[in-house]
């Protein structure tokens, strides 16, 4: 049974840094594309960046490239998203995912196969 737990959440000043992790269970994901996505209340969930399990080749939302970096350790079988320099409107629940690559690199939430339950992001002005 495939399971992504989220950490690394909490409260913070604008301008902060903060590092969520991902840990993933349950099989290999060699041919998987591991993601974060973000929502607000009362909005659709945002592609924030993803990056291949295998090659390692990213890809970040434009509004976030800069600001948030996405890796992954391979002996530990975690995603990270590195976040800088946290604005305000960054405030969100943020979830892990997952998606075969044969899939495509599509961003909508419906392009991923597995999901986190979220871990909150809040960041005070």
């Known amino acids: 049974q495939v399971q992504l737990v989220e950490s690394g959440g909490g409260l913070l000043q604008a301008g902060g840094s903060l590092r969520l992790a991902c840990a993933a269970f349950?099989?290999?994901?060699?041919?998987?594309?591991m993601a974060w996505l973000r929502q607000v209340p009362g909005k659709e969930r945002e592609f924030v960046a993803s990056?291949?399990?295998?090659?390692?080749?990213?890809y970040y939302a434009d509004s976030l490239k800069g600001r948030f970096t996405i890796s992954r350790d391979y002996a530990k079988n975690t995603v990270y998203l590195q976040m800088n320099s946290l604005k305000p409107e960054d405030t969100a629940v943020y979830y892990c995912?997952?998606?075969?690559?044969?899939?495509?690199?599509?961003?909508?939430?419906?392009?991923?196969?597995?999901w986190g339950q979220g871990t909150q992001v809040t960041v005070s002005s």
């Open positions: 349950g099989r290999s994901f060699g041919d998987y594309r």
């Open positions: 990056i291949t399990w295998s090659g390692g080749s990213t």
């Open positions: 995912a997952a998606a075969r690559l044969v899939r495509g690199g599509g961003t909508s939430p419906e392009s991923f196969d597995y």
